[in-house]
T-cell receptor
Framework: NAGVTQTPKFQVLKTGQSMTLQCAQD?????MYWYRQDPGMGLRLIYY???????DKGEVPNGYNVSRLNKREFSLRLESAAPSQTSVYFC???????????FGQGTRLTVV | TQLLEQSPQFLSIQEGENLTVYCNSS?????LQWYRQEPGEGPVLLVT?????EVKKLKRLTFQFGDARKDSSLHITAAQTGDTGLYLC???????????FGAGTQVVVTP
C-alpha cells in the first residue's frame, strides 16, 4: 500500500523561485493537511482541507497557497520562496475528525 | 505560541527508568492523539483518547486524558532504547478537521 506519497523528497530553491509540492493519498480519505516542521517547533499547520472542495488556513499560511485537486491530491505552492520557508514539509490525510492521521515521508526544502 | 504545550522539551534517561510527558492546553478538545516520530520519517499514531478521565495502555505506555479534556499525559514504564523518538500530542478544536500539534518532547533512552 502506497498510503501518502509526497514529491519531491528534496529540493533546493533560490530566493524568489516558485514551486509546487505534490501530495497524493490512495486511502479514500476525506481530510488532507500540509504541515511544516522546524527544529524545536513540532508540526505547524499551514493549510488543511477537511473535505474535497474545501480548504482552510492553519497556523502559518502566509507565503503559501493550496489546491485540493480532487479527493486524492492536495498540493502546496510557494509563489516566491524565502529563506524562512526552509523546512521539512509533511502532508497527511485521515478519514475524518478524531481519526488517525497518516503522514507522507516529508519533503526537505532549502531556500538559499 | 502553540495551542498545545508539551513538557519537557527534552528528556534523557537510562534504560529501565520511567518517564512522563505532559500535554496541556487552555482549550477543550474532542479528542487528543499521541504520535511518535523517528528521524527522517513522518509521525505515527500511538493512541487516541476521547473520554475525559480515560486511561489507555499500550504495553509499557500509559496514556491519560484529563477529566476536563484539556490535558493529557504519556507515561513510559521501564524505558527501552527503542522508545527513543519525538513524542507529539495533537488535537482539534475551533474548526472541525483542524488538527494541530504540540512542539513535541524529544526522548532519548540510553543503554
Amino acid at each position: 500500500n502506497a498510503g501518502v506519497t509526497q514529491t519531491p523528497k528534496f529540493q533546493v530553491l533560490k530566493t524568489g523561485q516558485s514551486m509546487t509540492l505534490q501530495c497524493a493519498q490512495d486511502m479514500n480519505h476525506n481530510s488532507m493537511y500540509w504541515y511544516r516542521q522546524d527544529p524545536g517547533m513540532g508540526l505547524r499547520l499551514i493549510y488543511y482541507s477537511a473535505s474535497e472542495g474545501t480548504t482552510d488556513k492553519g497556523e502559518v499560511p502566509n507565503g503559501y497557497n493550496v489546491s485540493r485537486l480532487n479527493k486524492r491530491e492536495f498540493s502546496l505552492r510557494l509563489e516566491s520562496a524565502a529563506p524562512s520557508q526552509t523546512s521539512v514539509y509533511f502532508c497527511a490525510s485521515r478519514p475524518g475528525a478524531d481519526t488517525e492521521a497518516f503522514f507522507g515521508q516529508g519533503t526537505r526544502l532549502t531556500v538559499v | 505560541t502553540q495551542l498545545l504545550e508539551q513538557s519537557p522539551q527534552f528528556l534523557s534517561i537510562q534504560e529501565g527508568e520511567n518517564l512522563t510527558v505532559y500535554c496541556n492546553s487552555s482549550s477543550v478538545f474532542s479528542s487528543l492523539q499521541w504520535y511518535r516520530q523517528e528521524p527522517g520519517e513522518g509521525p505515527v499514531l500511538l493512541v487516541t483518547v476521547v473520554t475525559g478521565g480515560e486511561v489507555k495502555k499500550l504495553k509499557r505506555l500509559t496514556f491519560q486524558f484529563g477529566d476536563a479534556r484539556k490535558d493529557s499525559s504519556l507515561h513510559i514504564t521501564a524505558a527501552q532504547t527503542g522508545d527513543t523518538g519525538l513524542y507529539l500530542c495533537a488535537g482539534e478544536y475551533d474548526s472541525w478537521g483542524k488538527l494541530q500539534f504540540g512542539a513535541g518532547t524529544q526522548v532519548v533512552v540510553t543503554p
